[in-house]
């Protein structure tokens, strides 16, 4: 690409935009956890999946830990202590906390570090950008669980362009 | 942004990249709908929402139709006819088509395109790339109610990182 090209065009997507969208996938993934009863929010599923407390937990094991580890560069762990958090408050709180980590982060990641080659989680080889959008993308996927149990159960979930 | 950092810098997602991150989530879509038998696909819903052969008429009306609209700036319309495609074979088969469709049309974007603001299918303000990742978005999101729907039916579903 020329130097006249590449002072001129704008980026496909910037850092901010990125950031963003992301937030605002995180504000709808609250809003369904919200929108779970108490009981239901641990205790429902369907086909012998996990309940939606146990999805929000991995959600919760690999956004702002995935973000730390690219910051930092020491080996994230899927391996999350949720010891106390026995209430869908509790990990709402959570959820909220890392949304602001992961704000606080991005900032520390550099334009140039999002094609660098990483292994996420110590295993997952790819690019900061690939992992990133890997972990909105897997998200997405289980946030979507969640609606259909919160569908099963006859509570309306949030519109999905609600962020 | 200073002309020398924009000259080094590379892109945060490059075009190339993205379409590939878009076709290996049509690749895994399209591997969802392979695996629901025939009758399902067409008859079986949880919670009284969509059969996947209406989720997937969605998806079909929004990818290439949405493409079409950024390339040729002619407003897109939801209103796709599916008359006679009444098999899962047949499905799969326009899915395939409208593949190949986005990766040509694809070429027809210049990268300075991207963060033109745009009405999409005539209504929906943002630019060409928050609309096409909503149209992934949507895709991640109504697919993972195929999950659902295939475990429920007792099905193994393809794993989501294989694309």
Redesign the interface.
Known sequence: MS?AT??????????D??LE?WQG?RSLTRKVIAAFPENEFFNFS????RTFSEITKELLGIAAPGIEEIVTGKTASFQRDFGTHTSKEDFLKLWDKDSEKISSLWTQIP??R??ERIKAFGQYEGTV??SI??YM??E??????G??YL????IEPPH??DR
Do not use: C
């Open positions: 130097q590449n002072t001129l065009t704008p980026p496909v997507l910037s850092k935009d990125l969208h996938h369907i086909g012998g999946m334009e140039e999002f094609q950008i690939s959008q890997y993308d897997n997405i996927h289980h946030r979507a669980q609606y259909v569908r099963a159960l006859g999905f362009y």
